[in-house]
Structure formats: structure tokens, C-alpha cells
């Protein structure tokens, strides 16, 4: 396990890509939220979600799990918005919140496990953001 500290007020790219290439390799990372510390994977790679799930000790198939998402342009990529969803969004977020709605095409079925949901988080934390930016707008 390696540990980074990564500063708000001071974000090292370089941490950031470590991190990023951590979650690429299918492996899970801590990193800071709203208000605790939260343990993530890559959204978009079954296996990771399948780790997460036993490390959180959770079970799918009754409990929606999250993505976190730099911002609203980017989780409309992976849940549909509707005009009110991002009304109620766009008033909302970045915060402490996380909103259920309808999965897109782009989430693995291993995170939905039968439902179409999926609960979307834009934390306020520039570290999450940082982190979840690279993930999912660079080449992997």
C-alpha cells in the first residue's frame, strides 16, 4: 500500500496520475469527500467494482452504488439528466449529496446488478474531482 498526501490548496499532478494509474490497474484508492474519507474504484472495470463490493462488504443486488463525477457535464455521461434532474443538480452540487438516477449504457452491469440506477456524487472536494477528471476524460 502507498500512501500520498495531496493537499487541496495545492493539488500535485503527479499524485493524482498515481492515483488514477492505481484505479486503471483495477486496484481501489481512499480519498478525501465532503466530510470522510471514502474507498473507490474505477466505475467502469467490473473487477474493481467486484473488489470494492467485498472490501465495503457490500451486496449489489441491494444496495445502489455511486460515481463520483467531476461535474454535471460528466455525469450525464454515465446517468441521465433530465431538464429537472439538473436543475435540482445544478442548485445542489458540488456537495455533500448524492443523487440516484437512471444508469446509462456506459455503466458495467456488475454495478448495477439488474437495477438501472445508479447514485451520482459531485463532491466539493477538489482532490476527488482532480482524481475522477483524469479517470474519465483521458485515454486509458
Known amino acids: 500500500m502507498k500512501v500520498v498526501k495531496i493537499y487541496p490548496t495545492s493539488i500535485n499532478d503527479r499524485f493524482i496520475e498515481q492515483a488514477v494509474e492505481e484505479l486503471r490497474s483495477g486496484n481501489l484508492i481512499v480519498y478525501p469527500t465532503d466530510s470522510v474519507y471514502a474507498l473507490g474504484c474505477d466505475a467502469l472495470n467490473s473487477g474493481a467494482i467486484e473488489k ?46 448524492t443523487f440516484v438516477l437512471a444508469a446509462s449504457a456506459r455503466i458495467p452491469d456488475k454495478a448495477l446488478e439488474r437495477r438501472r440506477t445508479i447514485g451520482v456524487r459531485i463532491p466539493a472536494s477538489p482532490v476527488a474531482r482532480a482524481v475522477v477528471c483524469l479517470l474519465y476524460t483521458s485515454p486509458s
Open 52 to 97: 470494492l463490493c467485498a472490501a465495503k462488504g457490500i451486496n449489489p443486488l441491494k444496495e445502489t452504488l455511486s460515481i463520483i463525477c467531476a461535474d454535471i457535464s460528466q455525469a450525464s455521461e454515465y446517468a441521465r439528466i433530465d431538464n429537472r434532474a439538473f436543475k435540482v443538480l445544478k442548485t445542489n452540487l458540488p456537495g455533500p449529496f
